[in-house]
């Protein structure tokens, strides 16, 4: 079964770091674009960016540049998002999503992760 | 950036009735890179058209996507009790992929 497996719910203060994961089994991890996804309560979706994890080619939104890091370890099949210093306005359920082909970049998103609660809060 | 603005806010109908969901992106799109997705409350989104009218796996046929340049529609032909969710619009022609702010169909 192909799916995505993401780490588990995070409580933070501002200025913490954190790193979540999204495991990918399955299918070729390197071969699949991944990208993220923010959801902040009650709102919509927001593409973050996406990575291939075959090469660590990552692209971001200019929204989310410099804001975040993302990365990937193809060995352990798994991608990262992180933050060096959190803010209350990162609040929001953090979504990984794989492409639908494998090679695609401009490809809609059919493999989702179940998503993890980022909560930052003093 | 493409901006996609769907319409209405919210949609009440009944089960059984036909729904359809628009949205229209800011600039013109390749309707090979639009698709729709469904969220669930407390779930993940789920893909359900791809490349404007090609079904996803698993996706029954009572769902429908079309349109081109800058209008696009989703149409659902029969709502069935599972479909009353979130629907958003994506475009994944250009950087940055973007979604619309969604629609969310509502039992009346």
């Known amino acids: 079964e192909v799916q995505l497996v993401q780490s588990g719910a995070e409580v933070k203060k501002p200025g913490e770091s954190l790193k979540i994961s999204c495991k990918g089994s399955g299918y070729s991890f390197p071969t699949y674009w991944l990208a993220w996804v923010r959801q902040m309560p009650g709102k919509g979706l927001e593409w973050m960016g996406i990575?291939?994890?075959?090469?660590?080619?990552?692209r971001y939104s200019p929204s989310f540049q410099g804001q975040v890091t993302i990365s990937a370890d193809e060995s352990m099949t798994t991608a990262y998002l992180q933050w060096s210093s959190l803010k209350a306005s990162d609040t929001a359920m953090y979504y990984c999503?794989?492409?639908?082909?494998?090679?695609?970049?401009?490809?809609?998103?059919?493999?989702w992760g179940q998503g993890t609660m980022v909560t930052v809060s003093s | 950036e493409i901006v996609l603005t769907q319409s209405p806010g919210t949609l009440s109908l009944s089960p059984g009735e036909r729904a359809t969901l628009s949205c229209r992106a800011s600039q013109s799109v390749n309707s090979r890179y639009f698709a729709w997705y469904q969220q669930r409350p407390g779930q993940a989104p789920r893909l359900l058209i791809y490349?404007?009218?090609n079904r996803a796996t698993g996706i029954p046929d009572r769902f429908s996507g079309s349109g081109s340049g800058t209008d696009f529609t989703l149409t659902i032909s029969r709502l069935e009790p599972e479909d009353f969710a979130v629907y958003y619009c994506q475009q994944y022609a250009s950087s940055p992929r973007t979604f619309g702010q969604g629609t969310k169909v509502e039992i009346k």
């Open positions: 490349g404007t009218s």
């Open positions: 999503a794989r492409v639908l082909k494998d090679y695609a970049l401009l490809d809609a998103f059919d493999i």
């Open positions: 990575i291939y994890p075959g090469d660590s080619d990552s």
